[in-house]
DNA sequence: ACTGTTACCTGATTGC
DNA sequence: TGCAATCAGGTAACAG
């Protein structure tokens, strides 16, 4: 379930264990994810350290000694399995790390709806897919006037512009709902035409459902690793993604709990009584 | 220019 | 039980 909570506590969980380390060997088992693989990964990679990680919306860039950056995306499917020693291979592996310290790092994606790539550090900022992301809902300048400019421009639905990855970075079908959920707002309203008392509360959801989700990735297991060595994915108990009853207001006359649509394709799941 | 739909893939779940 | 249909957390090409 790669949203932003989830590829941020992968990202930390491989800077607290790879970083410092120098790759001794990288296998690709494909030429291709969701597009092509860089070339010659192996020995462009090999013998260079980990200098560090950082995350830029659902993006894992991995700084590399030398001036490159490996930007990893997870897509749907994607997941990082980071173990000591040599298992044996999973399926859909697609791409095999090993580092210093014994650490193997595998590339799992059953859809491959993933992407990696290699470019230089100085100009990562510049990728193609990097450039046009929104602002960072937890970054300390992330403020309301930031995300009102940025809706004023949308006539979707809130919960369209909440996916659009430019208005926005990081937030997916799953927070977009808990999201609106907490603001207490309709998915079904259109974005332009949030008046500043939703943009606020809306701001503060966004960041309180994404900071909240961190942090049960971190507590919800020792070291963000499970026992099969999976990075960042955890059970999280959902206000309304996926639910029936409305936690808010399950016996309240007039409460028929959550309802779910189909907005541009997504699943919407909200309480047409709590949310306006 | 903007917006909604479709396609990309495979696997899990649902329904007959 | 078996098999087909449906759906899935993301992104971007495409059509209108």
Redesign the pocket.
Known sequence: ???LP?VETVMRGLAARLTGRRILSVRAARPDL?WPLPSHLDERLRGRCIEGFRRR???ILMRLEGGDSLIV?????GRLLLVQGSPDAA??EHLVLRAEGGWRLAFID????GSIDLVPTAGEEQH??LAYLGPEPLAPDFAPATLAARLA?????IK?AL?D?KVVAG????YASEALFRARISPRRV??GLGPARVARLFAAIRETLADAIAAGGSSFSDYVQPDGTLG?FQ?AWQV?GRERCPACPRTPHCRGIV?V??????SFYCPRLQR
């Open positions: 379930m790669p949203e989830e969701r919306g659902k993006y995306h997870l897509g749907m499917s399926r859909h059953p859809r491959r709806f193609p897919r421009r949308h006539r979707t639905t369209a996916l990855q937030i997916g079908n799953i974005a332009a994915y999280h993604y779910s189909v907005q541009a394709g997504r699943t």
